[in-house]
């Protein structure tokens, strides 16, 4: 789907229209016209993409109205930004120990490094956001990861077959799957409440702001766990694999980036809050994976309340039409980024040279921009400052059978039907690196 929007632009322009059965949807990708329909109107969602989360589009942030989520956008920002997780970095660490001797287990076997990076990830969130112990990196807890997966292809099917979704088949899996996160949710909501009892003072973090603007409704709270784990762990996951694999094929950046973080970090693995902001070059080695493979490729569409023109294509936009604003076709436009379909870190460091703000959409813009962005970015960074310091990372296939794979999410995958990992990788401990203690 990414790939084919492309190839549209490429043939018709920068804004251009598709037909979807029944349903017209208006594709902008020109940045003036962007802004208007992200930032200056900012359009709600359609119906046709909030009903592809189900019983969970009632209540999460992530689907709410432009109204709602003005309310909880600002309580939820007021705790989940930076100060909170210099507050909360060691819990960072905790997983991060457990992560090193995971892979130190898998020293001289193929594993799939997609797979580990979902678990990391997924039990990062928890930690940090809710406060939530789990044995998901441990491989013990892999229940969850279908539930997530069969969730999002039902997703991915809700959107395209909207509005007749309910009655195809598939559906039945889709409502289980929703069933089966939220119950999860709810336990580990339970035992966060009986240990928060016994606190005296509030742990502060996102679980107990969620508390506190629910007003007692616990299917809001559950809700906007689900939505934060989906988003918190999928995108962050899939594009960390796609770095992997660009480092993989480009040895003098890999190289760079490694340089980096062993000056950094001369007598350990772990890097501390402070040293993480420090990686300079790894964060544009990070921000253009994102740009290069943005895991949230077509993004959600947009539906416009009321007649309007957009102001640089002056396309008359009806009342009620579906508009995508894709960051994939928007990220790969050789007039935004020079040579955008290659994998170039340098473009991130001057500032001077960096491209219009509109160009990068890997968290959106304007008010519906994505909430986690810095914990993603401070997270993704620590991760692979963990990775390389430890190990040696070599894919074990052909880099150019790697391939991007679009299911609601984009994730890479291997071309070559006789490996069924998603990115096989061998690792090797880095001379004279020894692991901290797993706790």
């Known amino acids: 789907m990414p790939q084919w929007l492309l190839a549209q632009r490429e043939e018709f322009g920068k804004v251009f229209q598709l037909w979807f059965w029944h349903r ?24 046709a993409f909030i009903s592809a989360f189900g019983s969970l589009s009632r209540l999460g942030i992530f689907v709410a109205s432009n109204e709602v989520h003005r309310v909880r956008r600002r309580a939820i920002g007021q705790v989940f930004h930076e100060e909170l997780f210099r507050k909360l970095h060691s819990e960072l660490e905790v997983d991060g120990k457990r992560f090193i001797a995971n892979l130190q287990a898998k020293h001289g076997v193929v594993f799939d490094l997609d797979t580990e990076l979902i678990r990391l990830t997924l039990s990062i969130i928890l930690r940090v956001s809710f406060g939530a112990e789990t044995r998901i990196l441990d491989g013990e807890e892999d229940g969850l990861l279908k539930m997530m997966r069969r969730f999002l292809s039902g997703a991915f099917k809700n959107v395209a077959r909207y509005p007749f979704s309910r009655l195809l088949p598939g559906r039945k899996q889709f409502d289980q799957a929703t069933q089966e996160l939220m ?30 603007l629910s007003d007692g409704d616990d299917d809001y709270i559950v809700s906007e766990i689900v ?57 544009c080695c990070w921000k253009e994976a994102l740009r290069l493979h943005p ?22 936009i009806p009342k009620g ?27 991130w460091i001057d500032n ?21 962005q810095f914990f993603a970015n401070h997270e993704a960074v620590f991760v692979l400052s963990v990775l390389y310091w430890h190990f040696r ?21 291997v071309r070559t039907s006789n490996v069924p990992l998603v990115l096989p990788v061998r690792v090797e401990p880095r001379r004279g690196h020894t692991a901290p203690v797993a706790s």
């Open 24 to 47: 017209r949807v208006v594709v902008v990708t020109d940045l003036d016209d962007v802004k208007y329909i992200l930032v200056t109107k900012n359009w709600p969602k359609t119906p």
């Open 183 to 212: 119950e999860y949710t709810r336990r580990i909501l339970k035992r966060q409440r009986e240990l928060r009892s016994q606190m005296t003072t509030p742990k502060g973090d996102l679980l107990d702001v969620l508390i506190e």
């Open 227 to 283: 939505t934060f784990m989906i988003a918190g762990h999928d995108t962050t996951s899939h594009t960390l694999s796609f770095l992997v694999k660009e480092l993989a094929e480009h040895h003098d950046v890999r190289n760079r980036l490694i340089q980096e973080i062993d000056q950094l970090l001369p007598d350990g693995g772990l890097p501390s809050f402070e040293q993480v902001k420090k990686l300079n070059y790894t964060t």
């Open 295 to 316: 895991v949230a490729a077509t993004g959600p569409s947009r539906i416009a309340p009321e007649s309007s023109v957009l102001p640089s294509s002056k396309l008359f």
């Open 321 to 347: 039409t579906e508009l995508l604003v894709p960051p994939y076709v928007i990220h790969l436009d050789d007039s935004n980024y020079p040579e955008a379909k290659s994998f170039r870190p340098e473009r």
């Open 352 to 372: 001077n040279k960096r491209p219009p703000v509109m160009a990068f959409q890997g968290f959106s813009s304007g008010q519906r921009n994505c909430v986690g």
């Open 393 to 413: 990372v070599d894919l074990a296939c052909d880099p150019a059978d790697v391939e991007e794979f679009h299911a609601f999410t984009m994730r890479p995958r």
